[in-house]
């Protein structure tokens, strides 16, 4: 299994002796928020527990998740606890199957625990993290702690009255902070995504506390929990960049396009760029659209390459008002990105139709959509990968 921010790891086994369990992620609640928030933690390589309160995990249709890693590894267990083959379709779940598969998944696993029917009875710090105290007389003890279950009783328990579930935003362009989004989130009629700098609350290290409905929000949750338990540190030092590309990893979109798929061969790539911004989405009734298959015109890319990039405002001066064809794009990355126009071409040709999956011929004239200029630039300048930007979305330089 692919790994970014988690290098290199031992595998710890949860400790439950004399009624004590060790754990580096514990997430209360058993709504959808709460299963992505544990899966994402699963996946991204630490010891979580989740604590239901209740007879199991109360989900909404996983499968509206589009291949997103959170409903990738349900279905991956799913079939293994069916034993169905990939040829087999999995039949249609409810609340009872649904448990039926993460209980199986728990039992078999030391690094995925879900205890259900039992409630809490304190909460508190201990050192840089919690212990909590169940009815049946366990403690549990863990590094950081995902709060999705909103309730006033929750808060009373932590002795906390002044924090609220993180809010969503609705999607704009009038500032940066949308470069800072580690989940797109499609609410009726509003596009929305969560800003890492929103999970993350004042002065409460290591809690992280979101609402019960939305995979996303949980997954984004589940990953930024991970980073502060697997280095150690506080979540207010949450790395920005490798959460987003953990969570990329994973097939968690961060903006929220309607109209690309996450098995389209170049999602990763449309993600990465309109992040940056270098490309935007167009407002359309209500939904967010990248327009992918729509040509690039050299008015759009300018300032924000030039934004990015020092060299672009020489490339741009030497290349007035040209068309965005491969030749000119060639001739872009190539400049900004200290390459060989010649090597990048022969590259390119190569991989045009196997590997990025376009269904143009390889042609220097050819005006460039957007999704063939976002390949291009993801490809050759990488910026979201290697230019970093604050928790506002200023860039880095």
């Given at each position: 299994?692919?790994?970014?921010?988690?290098?290199?790891?031992?595998?710890?086994?949860?400790?439950?002796?004399?009624?004590?369990?060790?754990?580096?992620?514990?997430?209360?609640?058993?709504?959808?928020?709460?299963?992505?928030?544990?899966?994402?933690?699963?996946?991204?390589?630490?010891?979580?527990?989740?604590?239901?309160?209740?007879?199991?995990?109360?989900?909404d249709d996983l499968f509206?998740?589009?291949?997103?890693?959170?409903?990738?590894?349900?279905?991956?267990?799913?079939?293994?606890s069916l034993k169905l083959p990939d040829s087999v379709a999995l039949p249609p779940f409810n609340f009872q199957m649904s448990n039926v598969v993460i209980n199986k998944w728990s039992d078999s696993s030391t690094t995925f625990k879900v205890i259900n029917n039992i409630s809490y009875t304190e909460i508190k710090r201990?050192?840089?993290g919690w212990k909590i105290k169940l009815s049946n007389g366990t403690d549990i003890k863990a590094k950081v702690l995902v709060l999705a279950e909103p309730s006033d009783n929750l808060l009373k328990v932590l002795k906390i009255d002044a924090i609220k579930p993180a809010e969503v935003n609705a999607f704009s362009y009038g500032d940066n902070l949308y470069r800072t989004s580690i989940a797109g989130v499609n609410k009726t009629n509003q596009p929305s995504f969560l800003p890492l700098s929103n999970l993350l609350i004042p002065n409460q290290e290591n809690l992280i506390y979101i609402p019960t409905d939305y995979f996303e929000v949980g997954q984004a949750a589940g990953a930024?929990?991970?980073?502060?338990?697997?280095?150690?540190?506080?979540?207010?030092?949450?790395?920005?960049?490798?959460?987003?590309?953990?969570?990329?990893?994973?097939?968690?979109?961060?903006?929220?396009?309607?109209?690309?798929?996450?098995?389209?061969?170049?999602w990763l790539a449309i993600q990465k760029v309109a992040t940056t911004g270098l490309l935007k989405g167009e407002f359309k009734n209500g939904k967010l659209l990248f327009n992918p298959d729509e040509l690039v015109t050299y008015n759009e890319i300018k300032q924000p390459l030039k934004d990015y990039y020092y060299k672009a405002q020489i490339w741009f001066d030497d290349h007035v008002d040209v068309p965005i064809n491969l030749e000119n794009s060639i001739s872009l990355v190539a400049a900004l990105g200290n390459k060989s126009p010649e090597a990048t071409k022969l590259a390119l040709e190569k991989d045009w139709?196997?590997?990025y999956g376009f269904k143009s011929n390889f042609d220097m004239k050819k005006l460039l959509t957007r999704?063939?200029?976002?390949?291009?630039?993801?490809?050759y300048l990488n910026p979201f990968d290697f230019i970093q930007v604050d928790r506002t979305g200023r860039i880095l330089r």
């Open positions: 299994m692919k790994r970014l921010f988690f290098i290199s790891l031992l595998l710890f086994p949860f400790l439950i002796q004399a009624q004590n369990i060790k754990t580096d992620v514990l997430v209360i609640g058993n709504g959808n928020a709460a299963f992505a928030a544990v899966v994402q933690a699963n996946l991204s390589s630490v010891n979580v527990t989740a604590l239901t309160q209740s007879d199991g995990f109360k989900l509206t998740l589009d291949e997103n890693g959170t409903s990738i590894a349900f279905v991956k267990q799913a079939r293994k201990a050192g840089s930024t929990a991970s980073y502060a338990a697997f280095f150690n540190t506080k979540t207010s030092l949450s790395n920005l960049k490798k959460i987003q590309i953990e969570l990329l990893t994973y097939k968690c979109a961060l903006l929220p396009f309607e109209d690309i798929r996450v098995t389209d061969s170049n139709l196997k590997v999704r063939e200029f976002s390949a291009l630039v993801s490809v």
